[in-house]
């Protein structure tokens, strides 16, 4: 089973957001030194509790703390940017780190419609007609598949130009979306953790529609998962519960923060029996090491994925780092 870990800078604790970005540098060279595959970040926008708003940012800060960890974006929201400006960034940080960067992209705005208005994003309908775009300026930039004088394109490079370009995944909630990728004959990700569904059929969906294309000669696939980890199965429970008050929040329609494990605690005790705590719990992976390793384990064998992508969560950096440690071994 092949490890990745997604960090969306979180605000734990007493940390502020400026706080919880520096935070994410430290979670990154913790993930190299424990020989992590790949170490993602992500878009979202006006979400009290994360602060990861521009993720080329942060990876070209990590390009320059790193040596050998891929590093992406999981991912870019592609409907709230230019085509071209996302092409010439990704090609600038893939000169940075030849071989090492990764492009997620999200079909979703990352955010609520009005603050997407004030993003001046497209919309998700017009994802497929930008990620047309971007590919082939990433193909013309590499010079995989140069832009014609017959293309509407023409004249029109980004920059700078290779040799190579990153690789290129669909961030993916349903089967429509995973058969986009690879129709595509790109890598996808199925976030579980958004769609709060098991992932098999949109990865099965995938792997039916695969098509090789010059970003990809064979279909691959990863699962995005929330697990946390600590010495013992009930310690790891005790500091997962700000995790899980969020969540519960969430799905009683608002948004919240509980950097106080009491107040955490107390908020969950007041939902004892209740149906959305129950649901939380049930599809918690929360454990010492090698109990999170072997739900990893058997969510990816169902899922038939290649590769799985822990989100890092936790109440303060130390235990982020610790449940990444524990996991590793």
């Known amino acids: 089973m092949i490890l990745s870990v997604l960090d969306l800078s979180p605000v734990s604790g007493g940390a502020s957001p400026a706080e919880a970005v520096r935070q994410t540098l430290d979670v ?20 009290p509790g994360v602060a990861s708003a521009a993720p080329e940012i942060l990876i070209a800060a990590l390009s320059q703390i790193t040596k050998t960890i891929r590093l992406g974006s999981g991912g870019v929201m592609l409907v709230n940017h230019s085509p071209l400006k996302v092409a010439e960034v990704f090609m600038e940080l893939e000169a ?6 990764d492009l997620g992209l999200g079909r979703a705005l990352g955010t609520d419609m009005r603050t997407g208005g004030a993003l001046r994003s497209s919309g998700s309908e017009a994802f497929p007609q930008y990620f047309g775009l971007l590919n082939a300026w990433l193909l013309d930039a590499s010079g995989k598949a140069p832009i014609g004088e017959e293309s509407p394109l023409r004249g029109i490079h980004a920059s700078p130009a290779g040799p190579g370009h990153p690789d290129v995944f669909v961030l993916c909630t349903s089967e429509e979306s995973a058969a986009f990728a690879g129709e595509a004959g790109v890598g996808m990700v199925f976030a579980e953790f958004i769609a709060r569904r098991e992932g098999g059929s949109s990865i099965a969906a995938y792997r039916k529609a695969f098509r090789p294309s010059l970003f990809r000669a064979e279909p691959w696939a990863g699962l995005a998962l929330i697990a946390f980890a600590a010495d013992t199965p009930e310690e790891a429970w005790r500091l997962d519960a700000p995790r899980r008050a969020g969540n519960i929040a969430m799905l009683e329609g608002r948004r919240a923060r509980f950097p106080d494990l009491a ?3 107390a908020y969950l005790a007041a939902r004892a029996g209740t149906p959305a705590l129950q649901m939380v719990e049930a599809n918690s992976i929360t454990s010492d090491g090698p109990g999170v390793r072997r739900r990893l384990d058997e969510k990816a064998r169902a899922a038939d994925a290649d590769e799985v992508f822990i989100m890092t969560s936790g109440p303060t950096l130390a235990a982020r780092i610790r449940s990444l440690e524990q996991i590793a071994s």
């Not at 060279?29 to 979400?47: D, K, S």
């Not at 940075?96 to 960067?101: E, H, K, S, W």
């Open 28 to 47: 990154a060279r913790a993930a190299e030194r424990l020989g992590y595959h790949r170490f993602w970040v992500a878009e979202h926008h006006n979400i």
């Open 96 to 101: 940075l780190a030849p071989g090492r960067i």
């Open 263 to 265: 107040e955490a605690e």
